[in-house]
């Protein structure tokens, strides 16, 4: 078999370039990998756009998503040159859930009292509702175990994400027929462990949990990540 590309998906609050730390250490193991930007406009374009991705990667893929980048891998990995599903610190929400339904099912996190709505011009002239993390929360929500001078930035540079993302349904769960791996964040602010937790069971995921990881475990933890895609990589090599 050829081995597959991975294909890493950031979530909402975030950028591809919080992937800079697992690039490197997969790249040193000679795996192919690509990271592409998010549009975070909502659950059913953003997972169009992912599968046009897919579309064109050459051979199979590992679908690697962060936060919310695991709800779009859950609908994209449906694509049949999809092999395998990482789950970061991640959504696994079923075929007709929402987000907001499948989070509501678990005690609020911080994050839901910590957010900021913004608006955006619609193509039709309307208006879209965003959300950020305020600024002076948002080391303490989501980036805890990262250093405070890089948390400092990470709060000024958020992508926001629309609203529409919270109550658009999944049309689709790869879970169910591709095989997944789950890294649960113990110390998340974000979203909570116990939803982590859920939703890997339920995927029948092969599960990693750090009981003292933030949501931003990509950065501060890129070895243990890497670890985990690596052994996704062998499984569908």
Known sequence: MTNPTVVLVHGAFADATGWIGVISELRSSGIRVIAPSNPL???TSDATYLASVLAQVDGPAVLVGHSYGGALITVAGAAENVVGLVYVAAYVPH?????????????????TGNLKEWTYPLLDGD????????????????????PEDVAGVLAVT??????????????AAAWRTK???ALVTGADRTISPEAQRFGAARAGAVVVELPD?????????????????????????
């Open 127 to 146: 208006s879209g509702v965003e959300v950020t993390i305020e600024e002076t929360a948002f080391p303490s929500v989501f980036a805890a175990d990262v």
């Open 179 to 181: 095989p997944s791996w």
């Open 213 to 237: 990881a933030s949501h931003a475990v990509v950065l501060s933890e890129p070895t243990r990540v890497a670890d985990l895609i690596r052994d996704a990589v062998r499984a569908t090599s």
């Open 158 to 171: 958020q992508r926001p994400l629309a609203t529409a993302a919270f109550t658009e349904t999944a049309s």
């Open 41 to 43: 406009r909502g659950l």
């Open 95 to 111: 075929e007709g859930e929402s987000l907001g339904q499948l989070q509501g099912s678990f005690p609020e996190s911080p994050l």
